[in-house]
């Protein structure tokens, strides 16, 4: 597809986008944002917008993004959970300190992230009607260990998110959602941020582990 056709194809299907497209885009924008700044608004901001997107994925893409959609509904649950985490210390500026994650935590990260592209894609492709069952996958598989990462505070989280970003574009382009497509982008710059921002929050810091 040349460039002219690319961002033709752009234009026309962000003027068809839906209001529940551009709330969840903006939720989900809010969301991070606060991410970056190592807040549990993170979470309350955020659930609005991942319930839209699965309500999108599954209802309005065809055939559905079954992966995605399951992966929002997860957004959603470890919302609940991160919040609740994160809200355990009475310090209103920090819940716990951003740091690395344990050798223990990273075997589970990626081992978790493998064993759950495994087990996606073979649904995807074997017992959906999925055209896209690889990268829906890769997002999917990606995200769920960037959330459980980023609900301990691990900085580990933006290498995960980036990662995500980086397949999700061109997974959303290509299925006509071009809000959420500038949403990745957005993400995935923010993303970047957020890892140097919670790099340097760490080295500022005299513990840099729970």
Known sequence: MSISAIITKFIQDFQLSTWQEWVSTISQIISVY????????????????????????????????YADTVLNIYYFAMSIYGWYNWSLMKNQTHVFDASYATKNELFIGLSGFVLSWAALFFILKYLTNSNTPTADALVSASAVIAMWWMARRRIENWYAWIFSNLVAIPLNFYKGFMLFTAMYVIFLLMAIYGYLSWKRLIYSSPVTHE
């Open 34 to 65: 606060f991410a970056q700044k190592n807040s549990v608004l993170v979470y309350p901001t955020g659930m609005i917008g991942v319930l839209l997107a699965a309500w999108m994925y599954y209802f309005v893409a065809d055939p559905p993004l």
